[in-house]
């Protein structure tokens, strides 16, 4: 499908603003000034100050010598990209993806392909854009075109008609000004001087030549408009494919009357899912307030599901969240991330359960849900001798283990996240301990096997070697123990228990 | 007989191979869906009873089921499972903060009918509060394992059965040196319709075994006279 973009044009965008919260300075010639450079600069004008002759980038100083009776406002830096992406989220209502201009910070970029027909129409589209705008206050200027860039040039330089058909951009742009092109001040003074002043008389140039003289940047630019090279349009708000919204008639404050809305939004929603293949990963309530509070609550899930009844447990569980104060009047439900659902093959007798159980999965969503996802841990072996990096995390409930548990080597059923100090008494050079004291308590070994030696990992951390040591006191606990380096003349040799054997 | 206890018969599951013991229990079955509290008062004794669990566990989970283990502090090393046959990466860990999301997610996990068994390391637990475990267990299936660490908290609790593992020492063979097979003192102190009594067990590798010394069983084995064995 052919592409089709609008550039809105705010032609004031800030003195039309100022007017709506100001009427009395409707008519009236004002400016906005910034400090730049120990002066003041004039960064947005009123239509009956620009009579006058002020223009933007003048000081304040030679305005107001120009018009004596100008008022002089404040700006505020970034107060006009706030504005207009008000002004844009308003516009999703005419097409998806909406834009900020980024070049020159005074319009709007819609991708409205598939969008006009809606309206009845590119031209209806136009008009109502257009009068619903000016119905607000803001006075802008449209235009359609097959690519952002041509229709930005047609917004503001075109004379003839806003609506460039089909195919017909470059014909449109044949006649304008170089400045259309969004070229760099530089450029734009280069193109004067050598006495472009129409594209025509430089589109045709070969682009080698173009290059040399006016750099990449500037081809890019003129690429852009004819549509050769495609410009991407980021866009203010990334629409969401998934989503469901349920207005209500009167304000909704109960926890019943919530629950029966999420339900009825989760069914349409896994409906469209299901029709897709399609499986929920996240999904965000948000719920606006009477007040105007918003609020949202999101779930997430292990796996791609588009069970009601399962979705519905895990938002059940972040109602609590949910302050309704007044009353809560439209509810929209959002599933950001999805993904393809796994349809496993029915079977006809009761399958061997296993970490991919259904119910499993879903008692980790609801944990998840509640109690937060760190606290759920699964590990496999690691390839490593030392006791603590022995085990690794899996990052996933389908990880599945490289190799073995190990059996050969002797692990304590807990071992202590700090192996704790013991006074010991041992023969030297590597016997196990005679006894230990551990706790104030003196435990005499009867048994014991070891020593088995494990190396400290070099290349991650300096210290001592460990001799472990399995021991089994008179009374049948077994331990594990360990000497941290060699026994030595001038140092003090350090015991550790480790851990207790079953 | 008790509300709510459905007497298994011997042909629809199969022995959990713990031989003596498993007589204590009503129709001479080891109750599968039912909750077994495990008390012990020191962490050597609690390693005990976390081996013995371990090897119970081997059994429940040799369909391929996973099981799940809730704690606020584990202590418990996945790499040492391997000793008792249990694939340690077939177990979830959920490692809570407090004992109220102990609790909760025990009982949701309990729910799960995918999962062999629950193992639940909680301070207490009180009398609705097993009650709750009960109800759902019954409807599960699902074994349910209490682990509780600190003994000296005992309330009266509906727990089909209470258990007290304490390590003895290890069996080895006629003058070999170093440790041998862990063995342990595995005591019923309660069992709902059944016969408490205390039995000496070694786990050999792949299997429990029973192993006797001069008497084949021993009701209250005092303390002092361990060091007999």
Redesign the interface.
């Known amino acids: 499908m052919q592409k089709r973009y609008v550039s809105i044009w705010f032609r004031q965008l800030l003195a039309d603003w100022q007017v709506l919260r100001r009427p009395e300075l409707s008519g009236l010639p004002f400016v906005f000034v910034l400090p730049d450079h120990g002066r003041m600069l004039v960064t947005a004008v009123s239509p009956a100050a620009l009579e006058m002759g002020i223009e933007i980038g003048m000081r304040a100083a030679d305005a107001k010598a120009i018009c004596p009776g100008l008022e002089v406002l404040d700006d505020k830096p970034g107060r006009a990209e706030k504005l207009l992406s008000g002004i844009g989220e308003w516009c999703i209502r005419y097409a998806p993806i909406v834009a900020l201009d980024s070049f020159s910070l005074d319009g709007l970029l819609l991708d409205i392909s598939g969008c006009a027909h809606l309206w009845g129409g590119e031209r209806e589209y136009l008009k109502d854009i257009v009068s619903r705008l000016k119905s607000k206050g803001y006075v802008v200027r449209l235009a359609i075109a097959d690519t952002p860039g041509a229709a930005w040039a047609v917004a503001r330089f075109g004379k003839l008609t806003p609506l460039i058909k089909e195919g017909e951009h470059i014909n449109a742009l044949q006649t304008l000004p170089p400045e259309a092109l969004r070229p760099e001040q530089i450029t734009l003074d280069k193109l004067r001087k050598l006495g472009f002043y129409q594209i025509r008389s430089f589109m045709n140039m070969p682009r080698s030549v173009l290059r040399r003289r006016f750099g990449e940047d500037f081809l890019l630019r003129l690429a852009q408009a004819l549509g050769t090279e495609n410009e991407v349009l980021s866009p203010i708000k990334l629409p969401v494919l998934f989503s469901e919204r349920l207005p209500c008639l009167e304000p909704v404050r109960t926890r019943k009357a919530i629950e029966i809305a999420i339900e009825k939004m989760l069914m349409a929603l896994c409906k469209q899912l299901q029709a897709e293949g399609k499986g929920l990963r996240s999904g965000v309530l948000t719920c606006y307030r009477l007040d105007g509070q918003v609020l949202s609550v999101s779930i997430g899930t292990s796996g791609a599901n588009h069970s009601v009844s399962h979705l519905f447990k895990l938002f059940q569980l972040k109602i609590d969240q949910i302050r309704p104060g007044l009353g809560i009047e439209l509810f929209v439900l959002e599933a950001p991330k999805v993904d393809p659902v796994e349809v496993p093959q029915e079977e006809m007798w009761t399958s061997?359960?296993?970490?991919d159980?259904?119910?499993?999965l879903?008692?980790?969503d609801?944990?998840s849900g509640?109690?937060g996802p760190e606290?759920?841990?699964?590990?496999?072996?690691a390839t490593r001798y030392w006791?603590e990096r022995?085990?690794n995390r899996?990052r996933s409930?389908r990880e599945?283990?490289i190799e073995?548990?190990?059996?050969d080597r002797?692990?304590?059923?807990?071992?202590?996240?700090h192996p704790v100090a013991v006074e010991v008494m041992a023969l030297i050079p590597d016997h196990p301990p005679r006894f230990f004291i551990y706790q104030g308590q003196r435990h005499l070994v009867?048994?014991?096997?070891g020593p088995e030696r494990i190396e400290r990992e070099w290349w991650l951390d300096e210290g001592e070697h460990r001799d472990y040591y399995?021991v089994?006191d008179?009374?049948?606990?077994?331990?594990w123990i360990y000497r941290s380096g060699h026994y030595g003349l001038q140092k003090r040799h350090r015991w550790f228990l480790h851990?207790?054997?079953? | 007989m008790w509300q709510g206890v459905k007497p298994q018969s011997a042909a629809e599951s199969e022995r959990i191979g713990l031989g003596e013991i498993e007589a204590a229990f009503p129709n001479g079955i080891f109750p599968r869906k039912a909750i077994h509290e495990f008390v012990s008062t020191s962490?050597?004794h609690?390693?005990?009873s976390?081996?013995?669990i371990?090897a119970l566990l081997s059994i429940l989970m040799e369909?391929?089921?996973?099981c799940?283990w809730v704690s606020t502090s584990r202590?418990?090393?996945?790499?040492?499972?391997?000793?008792?046959n249990v694939?340690?990466?077939?177990?979830?860990?959920?490692?809570?903060?407090s004992e109220k999301?102990v609790l909760?997610?025990t009982e949701?996990?309990l729910?799960?009918?995918?999962?062999?068994a629950v193992v639940s390391e909680l301070g207490s637990l009180s009398l609705i509060e097993s009650r709750r475990l009960q109800l759902t267990v019954e409807q599960s299936g699902v074994t349910g394992f209490i682990l509780r660490k600190d003994a000296n908290k005992t309330a009266s609790n509906v727990a089909t059965a209470r258990w007290q593992i304490?390590?003895?020492?290890?069996g080895?063979e006629e003058g070999m040196?170093?440790?041998g097979f862990?063995?342990?003192q595995v005591e019923l102190l309660k069992v709902r319709s059944g016969s408490p009594g205390s039995w000496m067990m070694q786990?050999s590798g792949d299997r429990f075994e029973e192993f006797v010394l001069e008497q084949k069983k021993i009701i209250a084995w005092p303390d002092e006279d361990?060091?007999v064995?």
């Open positions: 061997t359960p296993g970490l159980d259904k119910s499993l879903q008692l980790i609801r944990v509640k109690v606290v759920i841990r699964r590990y496999v072996p006791p022995s085990i899996a409930i599945k283990p073995q548990w190990n059996i002797p692990r304590p059923t807990e071992l202590l996240q009867v048994k014991a096997d399995q089994e008179e009374k049948g606990c077994r331990y851990g207790f054997f079953a | 962490p050597e609690s390693a005990a976390d081996g013995f371990g369909n391929g089921a996973a799940v202590r418990l090393f996945p790499a040492s499972l391997g000793a008792f694939e340690a990466d077939r177990i979830i860990f959920m490692d809570a903060a999301d909760w997610i949701e996990a729910k799960c009918e995918g999962l062999a304490t390590p003895l020492p290890s080895n040196p170093g440790l862990p063995r342990w786990w361990r060091k064995v």
